[in-house]
Nanobody
Framework: QVQLVESGGGLVQPGGSLRLSCAAS????????MGWYRQAPGTQRELVAA????????SYADSVKGRFTISRDNAKNTVYLEMNSLKPEDTAVYYC????????WGQGTQVTVSS
């Protein structure tokens, strides 16, 4: 089992920044990659960014390229999502995901971009 705990969401004005954190615990040796998804009301959950555990390879949704950065600190078993130049359309619940023996989800953290 893998447990994921997210933090760092909140309310920010357009153009602002936030950093999300996802701390993993449990059977972390089984994790092959981790990612951040988001879901806005009335929409499907979408992949925002992902990072592999071994090689640090990263991938991003086109809508966030150049604005968001995913990174990890293996010593802390934590994955981060640095979000800059935030737009109102980035408003959503952001979920941490870990791919291990099965898929694991965090509880979600709300990000609201509004003036």
């Amino acid at each position: 089992q893998v447990q994921l705990v997210e933090s760092g969401g909140g309310l920010v004005q357009p153009g602002g920044s936030l950093r999300l954190s996802c701390a993993a615990s449990g059977s972390i040796f089984s994790i092959s990659f981790m990612g951040w998804y988001r879901q806005a009301p009335g929409t499907q959950r979408e992949l925002v960014a992902a990072i592999t555990s071994a090689g640090g390879s990263r991938s991003y949704a086109d809508s966030v390229k150049g604005r968001f950065t995913i990174s990890r600190d293996n010593a802390k078993n934590t994955v981060y999502l640095e979000m800059n130049s935030l737009k109102p359309e980035d408003t959503a619940v952001y979920y941490c995901y870990a791919d291990g023996s099965k898929g694991y989800w965090g509880q979600g953290t709300q990000v609201t971009v509004s003036s």
